[in-house]
């Protein structure tokens, strides 16, 4: 059996943010399910999903000073600057991390592992909220 809906994620700041708890709350379905799998596909090309370290908050940190200084703004090579000096870098990152996620469900919840959890990256100065539409496979 198949299910889908639309979630939103609420606006933040530009970084890598823990969003795990805040997707897992707006499907209630989950807690139903025993086995199956959830695909996350974000909705926008200035943004991203990843998993990654969930306990020390130094590694968001360290991820977004990585990828700042790895996609820098105003290199002078960008044409696609109508947006701000954000935008194409932004586009980059995305390409780089990715928009959309497939985990297992175990139980009731994602089955990721102990120190694993969900990132948004967000890559725009000033962004509002980021739209996935989360897809379920279950039993």
Same mark, same amino acid.
């Given at each position: 059996m198949w299910f889908q809906k639309n979630i939103q994620l609420s606006g933040?700041?530009?970084?890598?943010?823990? &969003?795990?708890?805040?997707?897992?709350?707006q499907i209630p379905e989950l +807690? $139903? !399910? @025993? &086995?199956?799998?959830?695909h996350l596909f974000?909705?926008?090309?200035? +943004? $991203? !999903? @990843?998993?990654?370290?969930?306990?020390?908050a130094t590694v968001r940190i360290?991820?977004?000073?990585?990828?700042?200084?790895?996609?820098?703004?105003?290199?002078p090579y960008y044409q696609h600057t109508y947006?701000?000096?954000?935008?194409?870098?932004?586009?980059i990152k995305t390409a780089l991390i990715g928009h959309s996620l497939t985990?297992?469900?175990?139980q009731g919840t994602f089955a990721l592992g102990m120190?694993?959890?969900?990132?948004?990256?967000?890559?725009r100065n000033d962004a509002g909220g980021r739209n996935i539409v989360v897809t379920i496979?279950?039993?």
């Open positions: 933040r700041k530009r970084g890598f943010h823990l &969003v795990t708890d805040e997707i897992e709350q +807690a $139903s !399910l @025993t &086995v199956g799998i959830v974000l909705q926008h090309t200035s +943004a $991203s !999903l @990843t998993i990654n370290e969930n306990a020390d360290d991820m977004e000073a990585h990828f700042n200084r790895y996609v820098p703004e105003n290199a947006e701000g000096e954000d935008d194409m870098p932004a586009h985990i297992p469900i175990r120190w694993q959890g969900i990132y948004l990256g967000e890559h496979q279950r039993e």
